[in-house]
C-alpha cells in the first residue's frame, strides 16, 4: 500500500523518471503528481477554489476531528476568519518575550546536561514549542501537563495510521495503538475543558485563540457540537502547531553538527546581536544570518511536506487533464530539491538565502508554509519561534549527535527525525 512504503522515495523516484507532471497508479488509486512551480501555483493559489483536501489529511479526519488542518469549505473559511486575527504581526512582535522566555527555560534544561549522556532532543524541543504556544495563544501554562506532549504524538500516530490504512480500519479494534489513540485523546479533551473552565474563571486576553474560539463555539445551536468543535480545533492547532516547529528546529541542529563552520557563524551573530541577555523582537533584524540558517532547513527539510488535494472539478494543469475527483499531490520536499532551481540541491547552503543571493527563481519553487488560501496561519510566529530558539541555543551550547545513531526522516504531518535525535551538550 502507498503509504506503508518509503513515501519520500516514492515520489522522487516518480518526479526523476516521469518529469514535472505523471500519473501514478498505487492500488485502487490514481495519483497525480505536479512538481513545477507555476504547477503548485495553479493547484494552490490560482484555482484553488477548484481543490480539496487530499489523500492523508481527509483520512486524518477520524483522529483529528474537524479542526483547521482538516476542515473544507464554510467550516474552514469561519475558523481561519475566527483565528487569523491572533497570528497578526502586531500581536506576533509582541509575544516575542513569551517566545524568549520559554527558550531560556530550554537552554537551562540542556545545560543540566553538559557532562552528562544523551539527551532527546525532540522531546526538549516540544516542550518548548508547545510552552511557546501555551504562553503566545492561550495564555496558559501548559508545562503544568506533563503528558501532554505523549498524547500528542500519539495522537499523530493514529492520523498516520489512519493514512496509511486508508482508514479502513475500525477504530474500536483494540490494537495497541488505537488503545493509546483513545487514551491520549480523552485526556486531552480533559486538558482544553480544563483550559475552557479556567478561562472562564479569570479574566484574560480577549483577542487571544482561546478567547476566540471560546466566543465562535458557543454561538453553536447545539452545545455539544460547540464543544466538540472546540476540543478539534484546539487539538488540531496545538499538535500541527507543536509539531512542526520542533521539527524545523531539530533539522537544524542535526545540520549545524554535521556543519560546525555554520554553527560558527550563528553562535558569533548571536553573541554580537544578544550579548548576555534574551532576545527582544527588533533582534530579528539583527539575526540575519541565523534566519537564512532556519530557512535553507526548511528547503531541505519543509515542514510540511506534501500537500495533498482532490480536485472538485476536471482541470487542465500545464496542459495535462486532470479529472473529477481525481487525487493530486504537490510535495514542498521535490519542489525544493529541483536543481533547475536549487543548484546541487542537497548540499546544505544557508548563502542561498543570505542578501545579495541569487534570487531569480520562481515565487512558487520554494514553499515551506504552503500557498494560496491555505498558508500557514502560524508562519510568522514560527519563524519568530525558530530564530530567537536556535540564536538562543548556539550561543550558550554546542549540540553533538550520537554516534552511530543514524537521522532518518519519518514523513508524518511534517518531516520528523525518526528515534528523537539524541544528542549530547556541551558548551559554546
Given at each position: 500500500?502507498?503509504?506503508n512504503?518509503?513515501?519520500l522515495?516514492l515520489?522522487?523516484?516518480?518526479?526523476g523518471?516521469?518529469g514535472d507532471?505523471c500519473?501514478?497508479?498505487?492500488?485502487?488509486?490514481t495519483l497525480?503528481i505536479f512538481?513545477?512551480?507555476a504547477?503548485?501555483?495553479?493547484?494552490?493559489?490560482?484555482?484553488?477554489?477548484?481543490?480539496?483536501k487530499g489523500?492523508?489529511?481527509?483520512?486524518?479526519?477520524?483522529?483529528?476531528?474537524?479542526?483547521l488542518?482538516t476542515?473544507?469549505?464554510r467550516?474552514?473559511?469561519?475558523?481561519?476568519?475566527?483565528?487569523?486575527?491572533?497570528?497578526q504581526?502586531?500581536?506576533i512582535?509582541?509575544?516575542a518575550d513569551?517566545v524568549?522566555?520559554?527558550?531560556?527555560r530550554l537552554?537551562?534544561r540542556?545545560?543540566g546536561?553538559v557532562?552528562?549522556?544523551?539527551?532527546?532532543l525532540?522531546d526538549?524541543?516540544t516542550s518548548?514549542?508547545?510552552?511557546?504556544?501555551?504562553?503566545?495563544?492561550l495564555?496558559?501554562?501548559?508545562?503544568?501537563f506533563?503528558?501532554?506532549g505523549?498524547?500528542?504524538?500519539?495522537?499523530?500516530?493514529?492520523?498516520?495510521?489512519?493514512l496509511?490504512?486508508?482508514?479502513?480500519?475500525?477504530?474500536?479494534?483494540?490494537?495497541?495503538h488505537?488503545?493509546?489513540?483513545?487514551?491520549?485523546r480523552?485526556?486531552?479533551?480533559g486538558?482544553v475543558?480544563r483550559?475552557?473552565?479556567?478561562?472562564?474563571?479569570?479574566?484574560?486576553?480577549?483577542?487571544?485563540?482561546?478567547s476566540?474560539?471560546i466566543r465562535?463555539t458557543?454561538?453553536?445551536?447545539?452545545?455539544?457540537?460547540?464543544?466538540?468543535?472546540l476540543?478539534?480545533?484546539?487539538?488540531?492547532?496545538?499538535?500541527?502547531?507543536?509539531?512542526?516547529t520542533?521539527s524545523?528546529?531539530?533539522?537544524?541542529?542535526?545540520?549545524?553538527?554535521?556543519h560546525?563552520?555554520?554553527w560558527?557563524?550563528v553562535?558569533?551573530?548571536a553573541?554580537?546581536?544578544?550579548g548576555?541577555?534574551?532576545p527582544?523582537h527588533?533582534?530579528?533584524h539583527?539575526?540575519?544570518?541565523?534566519?537564512?540558517?532556519?530557512?535553507?532547513?526548511?528547503?531541505l527539510y519543509?515542514?510540511?511536506?506534501?500537500?495533498?488535494?482532490?480536485?472538485?472539478?476536471?482541470?487542465?494543469?500545464?496542459?495535462?487533464?486532470?479529472p473529477?475527483?481525481?487525487?493530486?499531490?504537490v510535495?514542498p520536499y521535490?519542489?525544493?530539491r529541483?536543481?533547475?532551481?536549487?543548484?546541487?540541491?542537497?548540499?546544505?547552503?544557508?548563502?542561498?538565502f543570505?542578501a545579495?543571493?541569487?534570487t531569480?527563481?520562481?515565487?512558487?519553487?520554494?514553499?515551506?508554509?504552503?500557498?494560496?488560501?491555505?498558508?500557514?496561519?502560524?508562519?510568522?510566529l514560527?519563524m519568530?519561534?525558530?530564530?530567537?530558539?536556535?540564536?538562543?541555543?548556539c550561543?550558550?551550547?554546542?549540540?553533538?549527535?550520537?554516534?552511530?545513531r543514524?537521522?532518518v526522516?519519518?514523513?508524518m504531518?511534517s518531516?520528523?527525525i525518526?528515534?528523537?535525535?539524541?544528542?549530547?551538550?556541551?558548551?559554546a
Amino acid at each position: 500500500m502507498l503509504m506503508n512504503r518509503d513515501r519520500l522515495a516514492l515520489m522522487s523516484g516518480a518526479i526523476g523518471r516521469y518529469g514535472d507532471a505523471c500519473r501514478l497508479p498505487v492500488g485502487h488509486k490514481t495519483l497525480y503528481i505536479f512538481n513545477h512551480p507555476a504547477y503548485a501555483k495553479h493547484v494552490l493559489a490560482d484555482n484553488a477554489d477548484n481543490y480539496r483536501k487530499g489523500i492523508g489529511l481527509v483520512h486524518a479526519r477520524r483522529a483529528l476531528g474537524d479542526g483547521l488542518l482538516t476542515s473544507e469549505g464554510r467550516l474552514w473559511r469561519e475558523q481561519r476568519k475566527v483565528i487569523q486575527p491572533a497570528f497578526q504581526s502586531r500581536r506576533i512582535a509582541q509575544q516575542a518575550d513569551a517566545v524568549a522566555a520559554e527558550g531560556a527555560r530550554l537552554v537551562d534544561r540542556l545545560r543540566g546536561h553538559v557532562g552528562s549522556g544523551p539527551v532527546r532532543l525532540v522531546d526538549e524541543l516540544t516542550s518548548l514549542t508547545l510552552g511557546v504556544l501555551g504562553r503566545t495563544l492561550l495564555d496558559a501554562d501548559l508545562h503544568a501537563f506533563p503528558d501532554i506532549g505523549g498524547d500528542f504524538a500519539a495522537v499523530q500516530d493514529q492520523a498516520m495510521f489512519e493514512l496509511s490504512t486508508l482508514s479502513m480500519v475500525p477504530m474500536w479494534i483494540p490494537l495497541p495503538h488505537q488503545v493509546r489513540f483513545r487514551r491520549a485523546r480523552r485526556r486531552l479533551e480533559g486538558v482544553v475543558d480544563r483550559l475552557v473552565a479556567e478561562r472562564h474563571s479569570r479574566s484574560g486576553d480577549d483577542e487571544d485563540v482561546l478567547s476566540r474560539l471560546i466566543r465562535s463555539t458557543s454561538r453553536e445551536s447545539d452545545p455539544a457540537v460547540g464543544r466538540a468543535r472546540l476540543r478539534d480545533e484546539l487539538v488540531t492547532l496545538l499538535l500541527a502547531g507543536h509539531e512542526t516547529t520542533a521539527s524545523t528546529l531539530s533539522w537544524t541542529l542535526h545540520l549545524l553538527d554535521k556543519h560546525p563552520e555554520v554553527w560558527r557563524r550563528v553562535h558569533d551573530e548571536a553573541a554580537g546581536v544578544l550579548g548576555d541577555r534574551v532576545p527582544v523582537h527588533g533582534d530579528l533584524h539583527g539575526l540575519t544570518y541565523t534566519t537564512s540558517v532556519i530557512q535553507e532547513a526548511m528547503r531541505l527539510y519543509p515542514p510540511v511536506w506534501l500537500l495533498p488535494r482532490i480536485a472538485n472539478d476536471a482541470d487542465v494543469v500545464g496542459g495535462f487533464r486532470v479529472p473529477a475527483g481525481a487525487d493530486v499531490l504537490v510535495s514542498p520536499y521535490t519542489l525544493h530539491r529541483d536543481p533547475r532551481f536549487w543548484p546541487e540541491p542537497d548540499r546544505f547552503d544557508p548563502g542561498r538565502f543570505t542578501a545579495g543571493a541569487d534570487t531569480d527563481r520562481p515565487r512558487y519553487a520554494y514553499i515551506p508554509f504552503g500557498a494560496g488560501p491555505r498558508f500557514c496561519v502560524g508562519s510568522h510566529l514560527g519563524m519568530l519561534e525558530a530564530v530567537l530558539v536556535l540564536a538562543m541555543i548556539c550561543r550558550d551550547l554546542r549540540l553533538a549527535g550520537v554516534p552511530g545513531r543514524p537521522v532518518v526522516a519519518e514523513p508524518m504531518l511534517s518531516l520528523r527525525i525518526r528515534g528523537g535525535l539524541p544528542v549530547t551538550v556541551h558548551r559554546a
